[in-house]
Nanobody, 129 residues
């Protein structure tokens, strides 16, 4: 079935940038063109929180904490989701997950919530010092 794999995490100094990638596989066709996709991060203190979403037609939604600093995008031909993270802060340190709706091509129109997604990547660590 559908698999999501994140990459691009690592350590960066405050103020720096990272780009995370998430590639979908195990699906006939192009998953990114027919499903809502999102990025989340998880910390011990806040749990898993939604950061951004993008639907099949490219409509995006951002959490206030990252709007203006993070950019969600995708390459439909490669079934790859990206999260460009700029102006990183120590509070951005977390495990980052990509996620996908299992059926629908549209997102909620609000900041994404964990319950709206069924497929999850294994996570990639981001550490900002």
């Amino acid at each position: 079935h559908v698999q999501l794999v994140e990459s691009g995490g690592g350590s960066v100094q405050a103020g720096g940038s990272l780009r995370l990638s998430c590639t979908a596989s195990g699906y006939t066709g192009y998953y990114a063109t027919t499903h809502c996709l999102g990025w989340f991060r998880q910390t011990p203190g806040k749990g898993r929180q939604g950061l951004a979403s993008i639907d099949a037609d490219g409509t995006t939604v951002y959490a206030p904490s990252v709007k203006g600093r993070f950019t969600i995008s995708k390459d439909n031909a490669r079934d790859t989701l990206y999260l460009q993270m700029d102006s990183l802060k120590p509070d951005d340190s977390a495990i980052y997950y990509c996620a996908a709706d299992s059926v629908y091509d549209f997102c909620s129109g609000f900041v994404p919530t964990e319950g709206d997604f069924q497929y999850w990547g294994q996570g990639t660590q981001v550490t900002v010092s």
